[in-house]
Protein backbone atom coordinates (compact mmCIF):
# COMPACT_ATOMS: atom_id res chain seq x y z
CA UNK A 1 0.00 0.00 0.00
CA UNK A 2 1.29 3.37 -0.86
CA UNK A 3 2.10 5.92 1.72
CA UNK A 4 0.74 8.92 1.90
CA UNK A 5 3.87 11.02 2.52
CA UNK A 6 4.81 9.63 -1.20
CA UNK A 7 1.96 11.65 -2.74
CA UNK A 8 2.98 14.56 -0.47
CA UNK A 9 3.52 16.68 -3.54
CA UNK A 10 -0.08 15.89 -5.24
CA UNK A 11 -1.76 16.43 -1.58
CA UNK A 12 -3.97 19.72 -1.69
CA UNK A 13 -5.69 21.70 0.73
CA UNK A 14 -8.33 24.19 0.91
CA UNK A 15 -6.98 28.01 0.53
CA UNK A 16 -9.09 29.09 3.23
CA UNK A 17 -7.79 26.96 6.02
CA UNK A 18 -8.03 28.56 9.28
CA UNK A 19 -6.54 28.21 12.62
CA UNK A 20 -6.94 29.22 15.90
CA UNK A 21 -4.22 29.43 19.08
CA UNK A 22 -4.41 28.55 22.54
CA UNK A 23 -1.21 28.48 23.95
CA UNK A 24 1.35 25.53 22.56
CA UNK A 25 -1.94 24.40 20.63
CA UNK A 26 -3.81 25.30 17.63
CA UNK A 27 -7.11 24.40 16.66
CA UNK A 28 -7.33 24.13 12.49
CA UNK A 29 -11.02 24.59 10.83
CA UNK A 30 -11.87 23.69 7.48
CA UNK A 31 -14.47 26.32 6.55
CA UNK A 32 -16.03 24.63 3.46
CA UNK A 33 -16.80 21.46 5.51
CA UNK A 34 -17.42 22.03 9.39
CA UNK A 35 -14.41 20.20 10.49
CA UNK A 36 -11.33 21.13 12.77
CA UNK A 37 -9.04 19.35 14.69
CA UNK A 38 -6.46 20.48 17.81
CA UNK A 39 -2.67 20.25 16.48
CA UNK A 40 0.33 20.58 18.43
CA UNK A 41 3.41 22.40 17.03
CA UNK A 42 5.06 19.73 14.57
CA UNK A 43 1.27 18.94 13.19
CA UNK A 44 0.90 22.57 12.44
CA UNK A 45 4.42 22.86 10.39
CA UNK A 46 3.42 19.74 8.21
CA UNK A 47 0.28 21.51 7.22
CA UNK A 48 2.03 24.65 6.83
CA UNK A 49 4.58 23.10 4.66
CA UNK A 50 1.95 21.89 2.25
CA UNK A 51 -0.18 25.23 2.66
CA UNK A 52 2.75 26.84 0.97
CA UNK A 53 4.10 24.52 -1.31
CA UNK A 54 7.30 23.10 -0.16
CA UNK A 55 8.65 19.98 -1.65
CA UNK A 56 8.51 17.82 0.95
CA UNK A 57 7.96 17.66 4.52
CA UNK A 58 9.52 19.38 7.43
CA UNK A 59 13.21 18.16 8.43
CA UNK A 60 13.61 16.48 11.13
CA UNK A 61 9.77 14.94 11.52
CA UNK A 62 11.04 11.54 9.84
CA UNK A 63 8.17 8.85 10.66
CA UNK A 64 6.26 10.70 12.32
CA UNK A 65 5.64 12.41 8.92
CA UNK A 66 3.15 9.32 7.82
CA UNK A 67 1.19 9.38 11.05
CA UNK A 68 0.61 12.85 10.88
CA UNK A 69 -0.58 13.06 7.49
CA UNK A 70 -2.95 10.62 8.15
CA UNK A 71 -4.33 12.55 10.83
CA UNK A 72 -4.59 15.37 8.70
CA UNK A 73 -6.47 13.69 5.84
CA UNK A 74 -8.88 11.70 8.85
CA UNK A 75 -10.09 15.03 9.76
CA UNK A 76 -10.50 16.90 6.10
CA UNK A 77 -7.85 19.43 6.52
CA UNK A 78 -5.81 17.79 3.91
CA UNK A 79 -7.18 15.88 0.41
CA UNK A 80 -5.93 13.02 -1.23
CA UNK A 81 -4.62 12.97 -4.84
CA UNK A 82 -7.40 13.56 -6.93
CA UNK A 83 -10.23 13.24 -4.42
CA UNK A 84 -11.22 16.06 -2.66
CA UNK A 85 -14.80 16.56 -1.65
CA UNK A 86 -18.06 17.36 -3.42
CA UNK A 87 -20.55 19.26 -0.91
CA UNK A 88 -23.53 18.63 -2.20
CA UNK A 89 -26.69 20.07 -0.73
CA UNK A 90 -29.37 17.29 -0.29
CA UNK A 91 -33.25 17.66 -1.22
CA UNK A 92 -35.09 19.80 2.18
CA UNK A 93 -37.64 17.66 3.67
CA UNK A 94 -40.40 18.74 5.90
CA UNK A 95 -39.79 18.63 9.53
CA UNK A 96 -41.46 21.25 11.98
CA UNK A 97 -44.63 22.84 11.41
CA UNK A 98 -44.77 26.30 13.32
CA UNK A 99 -48.85 26.66 13.56
CA UNK A 100 -49.86 30.01 15.19
CA UNK A 101 -53.21 28.69 16.33
CA UNK A 102 -54.43 32.37 17.35
CA UNK A 103 -53.16 35.78 17.53
CA UNK A 104 -55.00 36.55 20.94
CA UNK A 105 -52.79 36.97 23.78
CA UNK A 106 -53.03 37.72 27.32
CA UNK A 107 -49.89 40.01 27.24
CA UNK A 108 -48.23 42.69 25.34
CA UNK A 109 -44.74 41.83 25.29
CA UNK A 110 -42.82 45.31 24.15
CA UNK A 111 -40.60 43.04 21.72
CA UNK A 112 -43.22 40.58 20.30
CA UNK A 113 -42.14 39.41 17.13
CA UNK A 114 -45.74 38.72 16.18
CA UNK A 115 -47.26 41.96 17.56
CA UNK A 116 -49.73 39.85 19.06
CA UNK A 117 -52.91 41.35 20.58
CA UNK A 118 -56.19 40.01 20.22
CA UNK A 119 -57.70 37.31 18.20
CA UNK A 120 -57.76 37.87 14.57
CA UNK A 121 -61.14 38.19 12.75
CA UNK A 122 -61.37 35.33 10.24
CA UNK A 123 -58.56 32.66 11.95
CA UNK A 124 -59.06 29.15 11.15
CA UNK A 125 -61.71 27.61 12.56
CA UNK A 126 -61.37 24.05 14.34
CA UNK A 127 -62.18 21.68 11.27
CA UNK A 128 -60.07 23.75 9.32
CA UNK A 129 -57.30 23.55 11.88
CA UNK A 130 -57.89 19.67 12.03
CA UNK A 131 -57.56 19.50 8.34
CA UNK A 132 -54.60 21.46 8.37
CA UNK A 133 -52.98 19.13 10.67
CA UNK A 134 -53.70 16.13 8.21
CA UNK A 135 -51.99 17.99 5.35
CA UNK A 136 -48.97 18.50 7.45
CA UNK A 137 -49.03 14.78 8.38
CA UNK A 138 -49.66 14.08 4.52
CA UNK A 139 -46.37 15.98 4.08
CA UNK A 140 -44.21 13.93 6.00
CA UNK A 141 -43.52 16.15 8.53
CA UNK A 142 -42.24 14.80 12.01
CA UNK A 143 -43.45 18.13 14.39
CA UNK A 144 -46.14 20.32 14.56
CA UNK A 145 -45.45 23.02 16.93
CA UNK A 146 -48.49 25.46 18.68
CA UNK A 147 -47.63 29.14 19.03
CA UNK A 148 -49.37 32.21 18.72
CA UNK A 149 -50.21 34.23 20.48
CA UNK A 150 -51.21 32.64 23.48
CA UNK A 151 -52.20 29.29 22.14
CA UNK A 152 -53.66 27.99 24.95
CA UNK A 153 -56.35 30.96 24.93
CA UNK A 154 -57.92 28.60 22.03
CA UNK A 155 -60.95 26.71 23.39
CA UNK A 156 -59.91 23.77 20.94
CA UNK A 157 -56.22 23.79 21.63
CA UNK A 158 -56.14 19.68 22.61
CA UNK A 159 -58.51 19.11 20.26
CA UNK A 160 -56.12 20.02 17.57
CA UNK A 161 -52.88 18.90 19.39
CA UNK A 162 -55.04 15.18 19.73
CA UNK A 163 -55.62 15.04 16.72
CA UNK A 164 -52.09 15.94 15.31
CA UNK A 165 -50.98 12.73 17.22
CA UNK A 166 -53.47 10.24 16.05
CA UNK A 167 -51.94 11.19 13.01
CA UNK A 168 -48.25 10.69 14.23
CA UNK A 169 -46.99 14.05 14.69
CA UNK A 170 -45.22 14.98 17.47
CA UNK A 171 -47.08 18.06 18.97
CA UNK A 172 -45.07 20.68 20.88
CA UNK A 173 -46.33 24.08 22.33
CA UNK A 174 -44.76 27.71 23.10
CA UNK A 175 -46.98 29.23 26.42
CA UNK A 176 -46.24 32.11 28.70
CA UNK A 177 -47.87 29.47 31.08
CA UNK A 178 -50.20 31.98 33.09
CA UNK A 179 -53.01 30.03 32.23
CA UNK A 180 -51.42 26.75 33.51
CA UNK A 181 -53.46 27.47 36.66
CA UNK A 182 -54.27 23.90 38.38
CA UNK A 183 -52.99 19.88 38.38
CA UNK A 184 -55.11 19.23 36.02
CA UNK A 185 -54.16 21.40 33.24
CA UNK A 186 -50.52 20.81 34.05
CA UNK A 187 -51.53 16.57 33.88
CA UNK A 188 -53.35 17.83 30.56
CA UNK A 189 -50.69 19.02 28.61
CA UNK A 190 -48.20 16.66 30.05
CA UNK A 191 -50.36 13.56 28.16
CA UNK A 192 -50.10 15.76 25.03
CA UNK A 193 -46.92 17.77 24.34
CA UNK A 194 -43.96 16.02 23.63
CA UNK A 195 -42.37 19.44 24.66
CA UNK A 196 -43.63 22.34 26.42
CA UNK A 197 -41.68 25.76 26.11
CA UNK A 198 -42.19 28.52 28.68
CA UNK A 199 -41.17 32.02 27.98
CA UNK A 200 -39.47 34.00 31.08
CA UNK A 201 -38.64 37.36 30.89
CA UNK A 202 -36.42 37.27 34.38
CA UNK A 203 -35.68 35.52 37.77
CA UNK A 204 -37.97 37.62 39.52
CA UNK A 205 -40.73 40.08 39.48
CA UNK A 206 -38.50 42.46 39.22
CA UNK A 207 -36.82 41.33 36.05
CA UNK A 208 -40.14 39.55 34.37
CA UNK A 209 -42.67 42.09 34.64
CA UNK A 210 -41.39 44.91 32.88
CA UNK A 211 -41.80 43.38 29.85
CA UNK A 212 -44.58 40.32 30.57
CA UNK A 213 -46.46 42.69 33.09
CA UNK A 214 -47.71 42.88 36.53
CA UNK A 215 -48.56 39.97 38.41
CA UNK A 216 -47.35 37.56 35.46
CA UNK A 217 -44.02 36.21 36.80
CA UNK A 218 -46.05 34.68 40.32
CA UNK A 219 -48.16 33.40 37.42
CA UNK A 220 -45.72 32.10 35.14
CA UNK A 221 -43.46 30.32 38.19
CA UNK A 222 -46.93 28.71 39.41
CA UNK A 223 -47.17 26.95 35.88
CA UNK A 224 -43.76 26.04 35.56
CA UNK A 225 -44.17 24.16 39.17
CA UNK A 226 -47.13 22.96 38.38
CA UNK A 227 -45.62 21.38 35.18
CA UNK A 228 -42.75 20.03 37.00
CA UNK A 229 -45.32 18.50 39.66
CA UNK A 230 -46.98 16.65 36.73
CA UNK A 231 -43.80 15.04 35.37
CA UNK A 232 -42.93 17.58 32.78
CA UNK A 233 -39.33 18.99 32.53
CA UNK A 234 -39.82 22.48 30.29
CA UNK A 235 -37.73 24.06 27.87
CA UNK A 236 -37.43 27.52 28.63
CA UNK A 237 -37.11 30.93 26.50
CA UNK A 238 -35.47 34.17 27.99
CA UNK A 239 -35.24 36.87 25.63
CA UNK A 240 -31.66 38.45 26.57
CA UNK A 241 -31.98 42.45 26.28
CA UNK A 242 -29.38 44.93 27.61
CA UNK A 243 -32.18 45.99 29.97
CA UNK A 244 -31.90 42.32 31.67
CA UNK A 245 -28.44 41.15 30.59
CA UNK A 246 -26.87 42.09 34.59
CA UNK A 247 -29.89 39.67 36.12
CA UNK A 248 -28.65 36.33 34.34
CA UNK A 249 -27.61 35.16 37.60
CA UNK A 250 -31.08 35.68 39.32
CA UNK A 251 -32.16 33.87 36.69
CA UNK A 252 -29.85 31.04 37.10
CA UNK A 253 -30.56 31.04 40.50
CA UNK A 254 -34.40 31.22 39.77
CA UNK A 255 -34.30 27.92 37.16
CA UNK A 256 -31.90 26.52 39.58
CA UNK A 257 -35.16 25.12 41.76
CA UNK A 258 -36.50 23.70 39.01
CA UNK A 259 -36.48 20.79 36.43
CA UNK A 260 -35.99 21.30 33.09
CA UNK A 261 -34.34 20.62 29.78
CA UNK A 262 -32.93 23.91 29.25
CA UNK A 263 -33.00 27.70 29.04
CA UNK A 264 -32.35 29.19 25.50
CA UNK A 265 -31.09 32.54 25.43
CA UNK A 266 -32.72 34.60 22.67
CA UNK A 267 -31.10 38.36 21.64
CA UNK A 268 -33.36 40.78 21.58
CA UNK A 269 -34.40 41.25 18.08
CA UNK A 270 -35.91 44.57 16.39
CA UNK A 271 -38.77 43.32 15.26
CA UNK A 272 -42.36 43.34 15.70
CA UNK A 273 -43.10 45.53 18.94
CA UNK A 274 -39.48 45.87 19.34
CA UNK A 275 -38.68 47.67 16.35
CA UNK A 276 -37.32 51.02 17.08
CA UNK A 277 -37.46 50.46 20.81
CA UNK A 278 -33.75 51.64 21.06
CA UNK A 279 -32.84 47.92 22.77
CA UNK A 280 -30.18 47.04 20.33
CA UNK A 281 -28.44 44.08 20.78
CA UNK A 282 -24.71 44.29 20.42
CA UNK A 283 -21.70 42.13 20.36
CA UNK A 284 -20.56 43.54 23.81
CA UNK A 285 -24.18 42.37 24.72
CA UNK A 286 -23.11 38.90 23.38
CA UNK A 287 -19.89 38.50 24.73
CA UNK A 288 -21.46 39.39 28.54
CA UNK A 289 -23.70 36.53 27.51
CA UNK A 290 -20.85 34.03 26.77
CA UNK A 291 -18.84 34.77 29.67
CA UNK A 292 -21.77 34.11 32.06
CA UNK A 293 -21.96 30.89 30.38
CA UNK A 294 -18.23 30.34 30.61
CA UNK A 295 -17.85 31.20 34.27
CA UNK A 296 -20.77 30.87 36.18
CA UNK A 297 -21.81 27.44 38.12
CA UNK A 298 -25.21 27.50 37.60
CA UNK A 299 -24.68 28.11 33.75
CA UNK A 300 -24.63 24.61 32.23
CA UNK A 301 -27.91 24.23 31.24
CA UNK A 302 -28.21 27.82 29.41
CA UNK A 303 -27.95 27.95 25.66
CA UNK A 304 -26.96 30.91 23.55
CA UNK A 305 -27.78 31.68 19.89
CA UNK A 306 -25.58 30.93 17.27
CA UNK A 307 -24.10 27.43 15.64
CA UNK A 308 -23.72 25.04 18.19
CA UNK A 309 -20.88 22.78 16.17
CA UNK A 310 -20.47 19.38 18.24
CA UNK A 311 -19.56 16.77 15.54
CA UNK A 312 -17.24 16.82 12.19
CA UNK A 313 -18.75 17.21 8.83
CA UNK A 314 -22.03 18.76 10.24
CA UNK A 315 -23.07 20.78 7.47
CA UNK A 316 -25.49 24.03 7.45
CA UNK A 317 -26.27 24.37 3.93
CA UNK A 318 -28.86 27.30 5.19
CA UNK A 319 -30.98 27.82 8.17
CA UNK A 320 -34.08 25.56 7.04
CA UNK A 321 -36.18 28.37 6.12
CA UNK A 322 -38.92 27.06 3.54
CA UNK A 323 -37.29 23.55 3.54
CA UNK A 324 -37.47 21.52 7.16
CA UNK A 325 -39.62 24.39 8.45
CA UNK A 326 -42.68 26.70 7.58
CA UNK A 327 -44.80 28.73 9.67
CA UNK A 328 -48.64 28.97 9.11
CA UNK A 329 -50.35 31.55 10.49
CA UNK A 330 -53.79 32.05 12.07
CA UNK A 331 -55.32 32.75 8.98
CA UNK A 332 -54.10 30.10 7.19
CA UNK A 333 -51.01 31.78 5.49
CA UNK A 334 -48.10 29.86 4.47
CA UNK A 335 -44.24 31.50 4.97
CA UNK A 336 -41.22 29.90 4.88
CA UNK A 337 -40.53 30.80 8.60
CA UNK A 338 -42.68 32.08 11.50
CA UNK A 339 -40.17 35.10 11.62
CA UNK A 340 -40.44 35.81 7.63
CA UNK A 341 -43.63 36.97 6.94
CA UNK A 342 -43.69 39.84 4.56
CA UNK A 343 -46.13 39.93 1.48
CA UNK A 344 -43.12 39.03 -0.25
CA UNK A 345 -42.51 35.65 1.22
CA UNK A 346 -46.33 34.81 1.85
CA UNK A 347 -46.41 31.69 -0.50
CA UNK A 348 -50.11 31.49 -0.24
CA UNK A 349 -53.10 30.49 1.99
CA UNK A 350 -54.62 26.93 3.09
CA UNK A 351 -58.48 28.32 2.04
CA UNK A 352 -57.30 28.46 -1.58
CA UNK A 353 -54.50 25.97 -2.39
CA UNK A 354 -53.63 22.67 -0.67
CA UNK A 355 -50.26 22.66 1.73
CA UNK A 356 -48.53 20.44 -0.75
CA UNK A 357 -49.08 22.60 -3.70
CA UNK A 358 -47.89 25.27 -1.50
CA UNK A 359 -45.04 23.75 -0.16
CA UNK A 360 -43.59 22.76 -3.42
CA UNK A 361 -44.49 26.69 -4.59
CA UNK A 362 -41.91 28.88 -5.89
CA UNK A 363 -41.45 30.79 -2.90
CA UNK A 364 -40.53 28.28 -0.57
CA UNK A 365 -38.59 26.39 -3.47
CA UNK A 366 -36.59 29.65 -3.83
CA UNK A 367 -35.78 29.94 0.04
CA UNK A 368 -34.98 25.81 0.80
CA UNK A 369 -32.52 25.83 -2.43
CA UNK A 370 -30.26 28.61 -1.69
CA UNK A 371 -27.09 27.83 0.34
CA UNK A 372 -23.63 29.19 1.36
CA UNK A 373 -22.14 27.46 -1.21
CA UNK A 374 -25.00 28.35 -4.23
CA UNK A 375 -27.53 30.78 -4.97
CA UNK A 376 -28.23 34.12 -4.42
CA UNK A 377 -29.73 34.59 -0.94
CA UNK A 378 -26.51 33.85 1.04
CA UNK A 379 -23.56 35.07 -1.42
CA UNK A 380 -22.38 37.27 1.84
CA UNK A 381 -21.40 33.81 3.29
CA UNK A 382 -18.75 32.64 0.59
CA UNK A 383 -16.24 33.68 2.00
CA UNK A 384 -16.68 33.43 5.61
CA UNK A 385 -14.81 31.00 7.30
CA UNK A 386 -17.65 29.18 9.32
CA UNK A 387 -19.86 28.98 6.72
CA UNK A 388 -20.50 25.30 6.82
CA UNK A 389 -20.76 25.07 10.41
CA UNK A 390 -22.82 28.34 10.52
CA UNK A 391 -25.38 28.18 7.55
CA UNK A 392 -25.39 31.63 6.92
CA UNK A 393 -27.18 32.40 10.45
CA UNK A 394 -31.28 33.45 10.63
CA UNK A 395 -32.01 34.93 7.91
CA UNK A 396 -34.67 37.23 9.85
CA UNK A 397 -32.12 38.12 12.29
CA UNK A 398 -29.77 39.59 9.49
CA UNK A 399 -32.64 41.40 7.73
CA UNK A 400 -33.99 42.89 10.81
CA UNK A 401 -30.74 44.80 10.66
CA UNK A 402 -30.20 45.18 7.14
CA UNK A 403 -33.56 45.42 5.69
CA UNK A 404 -32.74 42.81 3.06
CA UNK A 405 -33.77 38.76 4.02
CA UNK A 406 -30.75 38.20 1.69
CA UNK A 407 -27.96 40.34 3.19
CA UNK A 408 -25.48 39.77 5.97
CA UNK A 409 -25.61 42.01 9.21
CA UNK A 410 -21.47 41.98 9.71
CA UNK A 411 -22.03 42.54 13.10
CA UNK A 412 -24.59 39.63 13.42
CA UNK A 413 -21.56 37.78 11.45
CA UNK A 414 -19.33 38.89 14.14
CA UNK A 415 -21.25 37.03 16.82
CA UNK A 416 -21.85 33.87 14.69
CA UNK A 417 -18.46 33.55 14.02
CA UNK A 418 -17.62 33.59 17.72
CA UNK A 419 -19.97 31.71 18.50
CA UNK A 420 -18.86 29.05 15.99
CA UNK A 421 -15.28 29.39 16.99
CA UNK A 422 -15.72 28.74 20.65
CA UNK A 423 -18.02 25.84 20.44
CA UNK A 424 -14.95 23.81 18.11
CA UNK A 425 -12.91 24.71 21.15
CA UNK A 426 -15.52 23.63 23.53
CA UNK A 427 -16.08 20.09 21.54
CA UNK A 428 -12.25 19.51 21.28
CA UNK A 429 -12.01 19.36 25.39
CA UNK A 430 -11.22 23.13 25.95
CA UNK A 431 -13.35 25.02 28.93
CA UNK A 432 -14.60 27.63 29.30
CA UNK A 433 -12.25 29.38 31.73
CA UNK A 434 -9.60 28.93 28.99
CA UNK A 435 -11.69 30.98 26.54
CA UNK A 436 -12.73 33.42 29.24
CA UNK A 437 -8.60 33.63 29.97
CA UNK A 438 -7.68 33.17 26.27
CA UNK A 439 -10.55 34.85 24.45
CA UNK A 440 -8.11 36.69 21.58
CA UNK A 441 -6.29 34.17 20.57
CA UNK A 442 -8.56 31.49 21.02
CA UNK A 443 -10.86 33.65 18.50
CA UNK A 444 -8.80 35.47 15.83
CA UNK A 445 -8.69 33.40 12.72
CA UNK A 446 -5.10 33.11 10.95
CA UNK A 447 -4.60 31.13 7.62
CA UNK A 448 -2.87 28.32 7.96
CA UNK A 449 -0.52 29.60 4.59
CA UNK A 450 0.61 32.63 5.49
CA UNK A 451 -0.18 33.46 9.33
CA UNK A 452 -2.84 36.52 7.68
CA UNK A 453 -5.47 37.25 9.78
CA UNK A 454 -8.56 36.18 8.22
CA UNK A 455 -10.09 38.79 5.59
CA UNK A 456 -13.25 38.70 7.13
CA UNK A 457 -12.84 39.00 11.03
CA UNK A 458 -13.10 42.54 11.21
CA UNK A 459 -15.71 43.23 8.65
CA UNK A 460 -17.94 44.68 11.03
CA UNK A 461 -16.21 47.59 11.77
CA UNK A 462 -18.09 49.90 8.95
CA UNK A 463 -21.49 49.16 10.79
CA UNK A 464 -20.06 50.37 14.47
CA UNK A 465 -18.92 53.41 13.19
CA UNK A 466 -21.31 56.50 14.57
CA UNK A 467 -24.10 57.44 12.11
CA UNK A 468 -24.11 53.80 9.94
CA UNK A 469 -27.13 52.60 7.79
CA UNK A 470 -28.03 49.85 5.92
CA UNK A 471 -27.32 51.10 2.04
CA UNK A 472 -30.67 48.15 1.47
CA UNK A 473 -34.31 49.39 2.33
CA UNK A 474 -34.28 50.04 6.05
CA UNK A 475 -35.82 47.93 8.59
CA UNK A 476 -38.43 50.57 9.15
CA UNK A 477 -39.83 49.76 5.71
CA UNK A 478 -40.93 46.32 6.18
CA UNK A 479 -44.23 45.62 7.72
CA UNK A 480 -44.92 45.25 11.44
CA UNK A 481 -44.15 41.69 12.67
CA UNK A 482 -42.52 40.44 9.55
CA UNK A 483 -38.74 39.75 10.92
CA UNK A 484 -36.79 38.35 13.83
CA UNK A 485 -34.90 35.12 15.04
CA UNK A 486 -34.87 32.16 16.42
CA UNK A 487 -32.14 29.78 15.17
CA UNK A 488 -32.06 27.15 16.70
CA UNK A 489 -35.20 26.74 18.93
CA UNK A 490 -38.14 28.13 19.24
CA UNK A 491 -39.07 31.42 20.02
CA UNK A 492 -42.02 32.32 22.11
Request: charged content about 25%.
Amino acid sequence: MMKITATWPELTLPEDLVYFRCRDQYLVANPGLATWAVLGETELSVLRSLAIGKPAPPVGIGPDSERILARLVLHWLVYLPGRPPQVRQPRSSLREVYYAITDGCNLRCPYCYASSTRKLPGELVTTESLDLVDQVAALGAETLILTGGEPLLRRDIFDVADHARRQGLLVNIITNATRIRDAATARRMADTFATITVSLDGGTAETHEPTRGKGTFAQTARGLSLLNEAGVQPMINHVVTPGNIQFLDKLAEFASGLKFRGVRLMQHAEIGRGAGDGMRYAFDHHMAVQRFIWTHPLASKLIPEGPKPARQCDIRANCGLGGNEIYINSLGDVYPCKLVTGPLHKAGNLRDRPLGDIYQGPVLADMRTNSVFEGENLADCRRCYIRASCGGGCRAYHAAMTGDLKRNSRTLCRMLRHSAVTRFWLASGFTGRDLAEHHDEMTTPRLVRDDAVHPVFEDWRPEAEPGWRPAAASRRDLPLAVLGGATPGERA
